[in-house]
């Protein structure tokens, strides 16, 4: 028995427990790899959301340049209007058909560019005398009016021009009502007062 345990520590002895050396290098190159790694994963991190927020901001500013373009084309639109409109009140006349029973009004109605698209909006006619107190109107078609100008443009009389159209309205004639002018009213397809027209009605 003590031969055996003899033995035992005699293997022991002669066969030593070998532990494993590491150098400081690998260590070294190991912590090195460790920080250019995060560092990699931070710069990508990192230009990912740089790129994110610059197409947040490329997003940003070109829908405020749409939203101006589009401000910029309305307003230039409104001004063409204003200072070029769309359409002439040719040859405006009002006269007094032999057997009528009232005056009419005859005028054409022209496209500035006869070449571009049809245009439409509404019409409205307004005789007047304003010599009296309170001033006296007829409208045609009937709507109210504010100091002579119609206040509801999309209750006028529809058209549609390409190129030229003619016009023509009779107003009835009642004789406790006299009349020294008419006046053409065009409104554009959103109700603005894009053109009037004034001519003298003569006496029957």
Same mark, same amino acid.
């Given at each position: 028995?003590?031969?055996? %345990?003899? =033995?035992?520590? @005699?293997?022991? %002895? =002669?066969?030593?427990? +070998?532990? @494993?050396? $590491?150098?400081? +290098?690998? &260590?070294?190159?190991?912590?090195? #790899?460790? $920080?250019?790694?995060? #560092?990699?994963?931070?710069?990508?991190?990192?230009?990912?959301?740089?790129?994110?927020?610059?197409?947040?901001?490329?997003?940003?500013?070109?829908?405020?340049?749409?939203?101006?373009?589009?401000?910029?084309?309305?307003?230039?639109?409104?001004?063409?209007?204003?200072? &070029?409109?769309?359409?002439?009140?040719?040859?405006?006349? $009002?006269?007094?058909? !032999?057997?009528?029973? *009232?005056?009419?009004? +005859?005028?054409?109605?022209?496209?500035?560019?006869?070449?571009?698209?049809?245009?439409?909006?509404?019409?409205?006619?307004?005789?007047?005398?304003?010599?009296?107190?309170?001033?006296?109107? +007829?409208?045609?078609?009937?709507? !109210?009016?504010?100091?002579?100008?119609?206040?509801?443009?999309?209750?006028?009389?529809?058209?549609?021009?390409?190129?030229?159209?003619?016009?023509?309205?009779? =107003?009835?004639?009642?004789?406790?009502?006299?009349?020294? %002018?008419?006046?053409?009213? $065009?409104? %554009?397809?959103? *109700?603005?007062?894009?053109?009037?027209?004034?001519?003298?009605?003569?006496?029957?």
């Amino acid at each position: 028995m003590k031969s055996d %345990s003899w =033995f035992f520590v @005699i293997l022991r %002895s =002669f066969h030593p427990i +070998r532990t @494993i050396r $590491v150098e400081k +290098r690998l &260590f070294l190159f190991l912590g090195i #790899g460790g $920080v250019l790694l995060a #560092g990699l994963l931070g710069l990508g991190i990192y230009r990912h959301y740089s790129l994110f927020l610059e197409n947040t901001n490329l997003k940003n500013e070109t829908r405020q340049l749409r939203l101006q373009v589009s401000n910029l084309q309305q307003t230039l639109s409104q001004v063409a209007a204003e200072h &070029f409109p769309p359409l002439k009140i040719d040859e405006l006349q $009002v006269v007094w058909p !032999p057997k009528g029973t *009232g005056f009419a009004a +005859r005028f054409k109605l022209t496209q500035s560019n006869p070449e571009g698209p049809p245009y439409s909006g509404t019409l409205v006619m307004v005789a007047k005398n304003e010599k009296l107190r309170p001033p006296v109107y +007829r409208v045609i078609p009937e709507m !109210p009016l504010e100091k002579g100008i119609p206040r509801q443009p999309e209750k006028g009389k529809p058209f549609e021009v390409k190129g030229q159209r003619f016009v023509e309205a009779l =107003f009835d004639n009642n004789p406790e009502e006299v009349f020294h %002018s008419l006046t053409v009213f $065009v409104f %554009s397809p959103e *109700g603005k007062l894009i053109l009037q027209k004034t001519a003298e009605i003569p006496k029957a």
